[in-house]
């Protein structure tokens, strides 16, 4: 297949904001972009030479939109797995719809992970009620229960410590398929991601730091003072499995790091990902400049990261005292604002990010956390801005 380029059209599954960041690179480098969303209104929409508003069923509307693009890509995994194998016989899409099947299943993932070698924390899949027993029987308490697709900042899963109260979990998850894995003696929690090419050369960042609050993402930061063992293990495994993927685009593997040293995948998402959003500034090539390169059949350019770097997200709590205080950036060097043109800032809902770059990843994440706080009206201070 020959490369794609400036002035044909990338297809995006999906218009939420990470879709958003890729057709702001792809619009900048030259592209058209079709995006595909079932909803109106989307943070992509402005930066998109035309949009199809259709449901995930509509399978005619698939096919009209793959006749209308040059190369389709996705920027969420929740997606229709057989809509998008049949678009894959109408035009090329990257990552391939295998990878997609694989990262949306965790029964899936782990089981292919395990074939692959990769070290992962142990767990049993759950089908059906009969497997709730030996799957107790094999991990013991405490035990975390997943579903095995349409989970995501910590919905689907649960923490369990017994064999009672995995079997209230699993009906209340609607019986559906999940996994049981144990839960590890937590150090931190870090993601590497990679891009691959057509020609199997490869780029990776990070590894990136992550800590979370309410099971979201709540600071990532790099570099991440990992001792340098871990550092080039992370990487290693993070570049074998888009290997053994054949990956033609963008993963971000994550990893939970124990006490005691080892080193575990968490899982793969088949897309850009939340914790890499400090490469736009942080590195000579970000992680959307490589997806696009990627799945247009370029060859991958060096990422190398200029400055240490920490991200924050801003989600809608920071709107609870009315709109924030952006006046307050201004008084801070090296500090980025990326809004995702959402309407509704509900708490909990990511409504943008900052990153900010400083002399050590600490620092930043210091700086950004301090950043953040200062967006935050109280409700006082927004009735003394009414009253004066």
Not at 45 to 63: E, K, M
Not at 175 to 184: F, M, N
Not at 244 to 257: A, P, T
């Amino acid at each position: 297949m020959k490369p794609i380029l400036p002035f044909q059209t990338i297809g995006i599954l999906g218009g939420g904001q990470l879709g958003r960041m890729l057709a702001m690179v792809a619009r900048r480098s030259g592209y058209r972009v079709h995006v595909l969303t079932p909803k109106e209104d989307v943070p992509a929409s402005p930066f998109a030479n035309q949009i199809t508003v259709a449901p995930d069923d509509d399978l005619q509307a698939w096919q009209q939109f793959a006749e209308t693009v040059d190369v389709v890509t996705f920027e969420f995994e929740n997606l229709p797995a057989e809509a998008v194998r049949r678009m894959a016989g109408l035009v090329c899409v990257r990552p391939g719809p295998e990878v997609l099947e694989t990262c949306q299943n965790r029964i899936l993932e782990k089981s292919f992970l395990s074939q692959c070698g990769i070290a992962l924390t142990d767990f049993a899949a759950i089908r059906c009620a009969d497997d709730i027993g030996p799957a107790w029987q094999q991990l013991n308490a405490p035990s975390v229960l997943k579903t095995a697709g349409g989970g995501y900042d910590g919905k689907g899963q649960t923490v369990v410590h017994s064999l009672a109260e995995l079997n209230h979990a699993w009906h209340q998850f609607g019986s559906q398929p999940c996994t049981l894995e144990k839960r590890v003696d937590l150090a931190c929690e870090v993601s590497v991601i990679v891009a691959r090419d057509v020609r199997g050369d490869v780029v990776t960042w990070g590894p990136i730091r992550n800590q979370h609050a309410r099971h979201i993402l709540d600071v990532s930061s790099c570099p991440a003072n990992l001792d340098l063992r871990l550092e080039q293990e992370a990487r290693a495994m993070a570049t074998a499995i888009a290997t053994r993927f054949d990956l033609v685009g963008l993963i971000c593997v994550e990893f939970f790091i124990t006490q005691s040293g080892e080193i575990l995948v968490n899982e793969i998402a088949p897309r850009p990902h939340n914790s890499g959003h400090l490469t736009i500034e942080a590195f000579s090539c970000s992680q959307f400049e490589q997806q696009l390169r990627t799945v247009c059949g370029l060859p991958v350019a060096p990422a190398i990261q200029i400055r240490p770097a920490a991200m924050v997200n801003l989600l809608g709590d920071v709107w609870s005292g009315g709109e924030p205080d952006w006046n307050r950036l201004a008084e801070i060097p090296s500090c980025y604002l990326h809004l995702y043109d959402k309407s509704d800032p509900r708490p909990g809902r990511k409504m943008g990010h900052l990153t900010v770059c400083a002399d050590s990843s600490d620092s930043a994440a210091e700086i950004a956390r301090t950043a953040r706080g200062w967006l935050e009206r109280t409700a006082d201070a927004v009735a003394m801005e009414r009253s004066g």
